[in-house]
T-cell receptor
Framework: SAVISQKPSRDICQRGTSLTIQCQVD?????MFWYRQQPGQSLTLIAT?????????ESGFVIDKFPISRPNLTFSTLTVSNMSPEDSSIYLC?????????????FGSGTRLTVV | GQQLNQSPQSMFIQEGEDVSMNCTSS?????WLWYKQDPGEGPVLLIA?????ELTSNGRLTAQFGITRKDSFLNISASIPSDVGIYFC????????????FGEGTQLTVNP
């Protein structure tokens, strides 16, 4: 199983600034995933982060806007750059490891971002 | 990307009632996962299904992997107030590697 620590849990930011979100896992994982959940919506995958290589971004998401670091097998960061109010969302990291002995994907508790 | 159609979008039930929700797709999935999300939290895995036709239970929750591999349902029996939350289905396709596709979610409200 995996336990994920994600921070900050929430933040209110000024437009035009950037916020870096951290995700720490208690065990080594090959892939880490970053999601965005807009208000009242489902989860949308932003990118997949592998250690030692550049992240792979989904359609509609670009590295300049959402740079990702993956310095080791237990840690990753997602930066939301040059923020606008449309970036107000919950951002979640996830790993391909289950909980309680059940295979699946475990999620962090999310970062609730409000851009004003 | 591939869409998962989840229904119903919301449900309002009385405590003690049973609940059923489902996800369908036009494409085949190899794995189905069901999650619950409470306010201010990330999704928590409830049940994972790996084979067509598989029926799996977790307490009052039962989920099935459709035999066509294009659908899955989740049942909650004898609902209680703490069942309130948003339930998401998620699936893995052979062509998508490890990238999950999520349904739109079912908002469940349980009246005591």
């Amino acid at each position: 199983s995996a336990v994920i620590s994600q921070k900050p849990s929430r933040d209110i930011c000024q437009r035009g600034t950037s916020l870096t979100i951290q995700c720490q896992v208690d065990s080594q994982v090959t892939m880490m995933f970053w999601y965005r959940q807009q208000p009242g919506q489902s989860l949308t995958l932003i990118a997949t982060a592998n250690q030692g290589s550049e992240a792979t971004y989904e359609s509609g998401f670009v590295i300049d806007k959402f740079p990702i670091s993956r310095p080791n097998l237990t840690f990753s960061t997602l930066t939301v750059s040059n923020m606008s109010p449309e970036d107000s969302s919950i951002y979640l990291c996830s790993v391909e490891k289950g909980t309680g002995g059940v295979y699946g994907y475990t999620f962090g508790s999310g970062t609730r971002l409000t851009v004003v | 990307g591939q869409q998962l159609n989840q229904s119903p979008q919301s449900m309002f039930i009385q405590e003690g009632e049973d609940v059923s929700m489902n996800c369908t797709s036009s494409s085949i999935f190899n794995t189905w996962l069901w999650y619950k999300q409470d306010p201010g939290e990330g999704p928590v895995l409830l049940i994972a299904l790996y084979k067509a036709g598989e029926l799996t239970s977790n307490g009052r929750l039962t989920a099935q992997f459709g035999i066509t591999r294009k659908d899955s349902f989740l049942n909650i029996s004898a609902s209680i107030p703490s069942d309130v939350g948003i339930y998401f289905c998620a699936g893995l396709q052979e062509t998508s590697g490890s990238r999950l596709t999520f349904g739109e979610g079912t908002q469940l409200t349980v009246n005591p």
